[in-house]
């Protein structure tokens, strides 16, 4: 499905990102962030959005609207830690080196586990060049993780941290990184913009939870009049790579109309 498009795999600093361009190549191409989720890889010729034609889906359309893709392994299944935010600096500073990339104003797409990189990059150094951001299923809040159990020991082993700790400490120890907790900072502070956000996600997740992921960090974008949408599927559980078609059309008019 997407072997019609230049596909540009390199190494950096112990990783692996690539950029898959639009059909019509030219100067100042826009750029989509995409950050993998669980168990996703990116290597030498491989990545697994490029390789799964249910995820190859989601791409087709914001390639066909004239949008680059890039991603990176960002240490593989990192659940937001920070070697994974620093791996996609790193990997932000490679893209710099392609004169075709408009990075000026970049969208950040994190699936799952990778939507909590995703986010803390846009709040984080790349802030100034993030204009949108979307979450697929994402993990925004991992107090919410931690309480429910099914992956706390995943997140806290990702973070190097003793996955003994009971869930009180857990929650207290990532309160200070957690995505959720940041976003309430930079609100007391005003000191940041957010960007153009879009939620997508299964009302029925039964792995991370609707109401305590999108629904609460939405929430605190739309109380404070930052633009913030909320794309709920009904009766969906953590599946929505199976509405690739459907969601990729989505995404790529949020993109078009942002």
């Not at 003994?164 to 502070?189: R, W």
Request: glycine fraction near 8%; hydrophobic fraction near 40%.
């Amino acid at each position: 499905m997407l072997n019609e498009y230049k596909k540009e795999f390199f190494s950096f600093d112990q990783d692996w990102g690539y950029v898959i361009y639009p059909e019509n190549i030219s100067k100042d191409i826009p750029v989509v962030l995409h950050f993998h989720g669980n168990r996703g890889y990116v290597k030498d010729g491989r990545a697994d959005w490029l390789d799964e034609p249910k995820k190859q889906k989601f791409f087709k359309p914001a390639l066909d609207s004239g949008f680059a893709i890039a991603g990176c392994h960002a240490t593989g299944n990192h659940w937001g830690r920070g070697s994974a935010i620093l791996a996609n600096y790193k990997f932000f500073e490679q893209l710099k080196n392609i004169p075709e990339l408009n990075l000026n104003n970049i969208t950040t797409w994190g699936c799952g586990l990778g939507a909590s990189a995703a986010w803390l990059t846009s709040i984080g150094e790349l802030n100034p060049y993030v204009k949108n951001f979307i979450s697929q299923q994402g993990v925004l809040n991992f107090e919410s993780i931690i309480r429910r159990e099914k992956f706390k020991d995943e997140l806290i082993e990702a973070h190097n941290r003793d996955i003994s700790m009971d869930i009180e400490k857990a929650v207290q120890a990532f309160d200070p990184i957690n995505p959720i907790t940041k976003t309430k900072l930079i609100i007391d502070k005003n000191e940041k913009k957010f960007p153009n956000s879009l939620f997508i996600h299964g009302d029925a997740d039964e792995n991370v939870d609707y109401s305590e992921n999108p629904v609460m960090l939405n929430k605190l974008l739309s109380d404070i009049g930052a633009n913030s949408k909320l794309n709920p599927l009904a009766g969906v559980g953590h599946a929505t790579y199976e509405h690739g078609e459907e969601l990729g059309l989505i995404i790529a008019k949020f993109l078009l109309d942002e």
